[in-house]
């Protein structure tokens, strides 16, 4: 009996199943290149983690000795490892804070403009320093504006008031806020357009209704749009978090390249991983180092998931 119950509920999976694809076959057709990219660079590499646990030689390749546990003890006992952890998270915890509260806000006051067209001109200039590489980002800042000489923009404008010029380079607890400054400067337009979509999709006759019982529109923006726009806001904000452990690593090793000076408050995860790779290839330890990132990372989100669910289950990822 139990047997012809799990084999009708298998045909009834399958017909479903069939049913699913032949509807939306032109979906799942537009989501395959991107299935495929990520089947390719996220899935297909993950027999490579056993580098690992090897003592790895490029000439030995998967055959190299195994050393368990020694290289995530090589970076665990090392300064670099609490330096570069506690930069990381500080540097993408300010990263999601600030772009998720300057992404809302640009998004409201974008909905809340009347003018068509400035309100496409508004929208295209926010959204347009997102399509500016990372490398023309890094130049601008730390070759223009924070340049240590006294061509530098800061250091004109600090001049035009009788100051000394200051070589910032040698400032390195000034950089943390120029990376995460940077970084909303580039990201706060192209997520604001996540958020002014949703506004765009809320229901009208909630405002209309509001207005006809004087509502103010802060009081219409505090009682409708922030509390309909909230689920949107968590599940952004669960996505950065998966990431949290992984820095930017093109914007900040683009703005800070290799001036070691700067490292005690900049240096995180990635940029550690980099200069360990190019200066000495040491493919095991980094590949543990990248293993820890992301068990770490999946721990955040199954707890960051955990926290939203208990706030609003339809609000979580799973």
């Known amino acids: ?124 200039a926010i959204f347009i320093p997102y399509f500016i590489s990372s490398v023309v980002v890094g130049m601008l800042i730390s070759d223009m504006l924070f340049a240590d000489s006294e061509g530098g923009v800061l250091n004109q404008i600090i001049g035009l008031f009788g100051g000394d010029p200051i070589k910032w380079s040698t400032v390195p607890i000034a950089w943390p806020f120029i990376i995460v400054f940077a970084h909303l400067w580039q990201q706060v337009g192209y997520t604001s357009i996540v958020y002014l979509a949703s506004i765009a999709g809320f229901d009208k006759e909630l405002y209309e209704a509001a207005s006809l019982d004087g509502a103010s529109r802060w009081q219409r923006i505090k009682s409708i749009t922030i509390p309909l726009l909230m689920p949107s806001i968590i599940i952004m904000m669960l996505l950065s978090i998966g990431g949290m452990l992984r820095g930017d690593f093109a914007n900040i090793y683009a703005i800070i390249e290799d001036n070691g000076m700067l490292f005690k408050y900049t240096d995180v995860i990635d940029t550690y991983v980099f200069r360990a790779v190019k200066q000495a290839a040491d493919f095991g330890t980094t590949t543990a180092i990248g293993l820890y990132q992301s068990v770490v990372g999946f721990i955040l989100v199954v707890f960051s998931n955990w926290l939203a669910k208990k706030y609003d289950k339809d609000a979580a990822l799973f």
Not at 4 to 27: L, P
């Open 1 to 124: 009996m139990s047997k012809r119950k799990s084999k009708t509920k298998e045909i009834a999976v399958k017909r479903s199943f069939g049913q699913e694809m032949k509807k939306n076959w032109a979906y799942y057709l537009m989501m395959l290149p991107a299935g495929v990219l990520l089947f390719l660079f996220a899935y297909l590499p993950m027999p490579g983690l056993i580098i690992a646990f090897m003592d790895f030689k490029a000439q030995d390749g998967f055959r190299s000795d195994l050393v368990g546990f020694k290289n995530f003890e090589f970076f665990f006992t090392s300064e670099y490892a609490w330096r570069t952890t506690r930069n990381t998270i500080v540097i993408n915890f300010a990263y999601l804070i600030f772009t998720t509260f300057f992404a809302v806000l640009v998004a409201i006051l974008l909905n809340e403009m009347k003018g068509k067209l400035s309100k496409k001109v508004y929208q295209n």
